[in-house]
């Protein structure tokens, strides 16, 4: 039995480690009303998709990685030796890359092709393909990491805040908001994943400094409780404010394992610019 792992480019995982273990990925991509497209690899130039973002009249669209690039992949690894392959895919509340990846694995002989919803983005999807590197060094079967892989999903979480919600209720990515929309003039909504899936409005607040402190209330409460547990902070376009707040949790919950990381164009998309949040995942990972 010989075991890989595989994911989509919106797990967002850092170039050393994607190099270091040969890590499959399909790019989703951003295509903007001019027709220009952004392919989401580790090397796109992020100031340039923002500032495209911000001078364009609507919001971009998405796409989730084709079948077809799906299959190659699959292919490829089987043609390598590899008999599984345990691929990890954004949210299916939110994107059709979960059913692609699975379909495209019943399309292809001569490899086992286990896929897994994370119900999430961005560092927490990259948290599973990292964490399961590790169980497959440790020998664990497929079987067995699929049903480690469910048992901890439900010990997973994220809470973000938005400067509007132009892009998500665009998008159709955040459900159960119609109340709010026209009412966030000078307020910042807060939003959390919830085992759905899918996004969901919690508060609303006025200015940004609380919308820190909320998600930071909500989520490291939630974390302090779990061993083991590996909190992100998950920056957009805010890097200097991102990273500050970042150096702020380590300094204060000294006792937390506390990574910093940015997501991607495919997310930024979705939630436009200022976007932030913080995640949770119940195992130590280190990306730094």
């Not at 951003?30 to 090397?43: L, R, S």
């Not at 190659?72 to 990846?101: C, H, M, P, W």
């Not at 902070?233 to 919950?253: P, Q, T």
Request: proline share 4%; hydrophobic share 35%.
């Amino acid at each position: 039995m010989k075991i890989a792992v595989m994911t989509d480019s919106t797990a967002n995982l850092p170039k050393h480690i994607i190099e270091k273990y040969q890590i499959p990925v399909a790019p989703l991509s951003v295509t903007f009303d001019d027709g220009e497209t952004f392919t989401e690899h580790p090397d796109l130039s992020k100031e340039s998709f923002y500032k495209k973002m911000a001078a364009s009249k609507t919001i971009p669209t998405t796409s989730q990685p084709a079948i077809g690039e799906w299959i190659k992949n699959y292919e490829e690894l089987r043609d390598k030796g590899y008999t599984d392959v345990i691929v990890f895919n954004l949210s299916s509340g939110i994107s059709g890359s979960y059913q692609s990846a699975t379909q495209a694995g019943e399309m292809v002989d001569g490899i086992q092709v286990h896929t897994f919803d994370t119900r999430l983005a961005s560092m927490i999807e990259g948290s599973y393909v990292i964490y399961t590197l590790k169980l497959i060094e440790d020998g664990a079967t497929p079987n067995e990491i699929i049903e480690e892989l469910t048992s901890i999903r439900k010990d997973t979480g994220a809470y973000l805040f938005v400067d509007d919600l132009k892009n998500l209720q665009k998008s159709g990515r955040i459900t159960g908001a119609q109340a709010w929309i026209g009412t966030l003039l000078q307020m910042k909504p807060v939003l959390k994943f919830e085992e759905d899936g899918k996004i969901h409005p919690l508060e609303k607040v006025r200015t940004r400094k609380r919308a820190y402190n909320s998600i930071e209330q909500h989520a490291l409460d939630i974390a302090k409780n779990i061993n083991d547990v590996t909190v992100f902070v998950i920056n957009g376009d805010k890097i200097k404010e991102g990273k500050d707040f970042c150096a702020k949790l380590k300094e204060k919950y000294s006792n937390i394992n506390i990574q910093y990381c940015e997501y991607g164009p495919v997310i930024a998309s979705h939630l436009g610019s200022g976007g932030i949040g913080v995640g949770y995942f119940p195992r130590k990972i280190v990306i730094e």
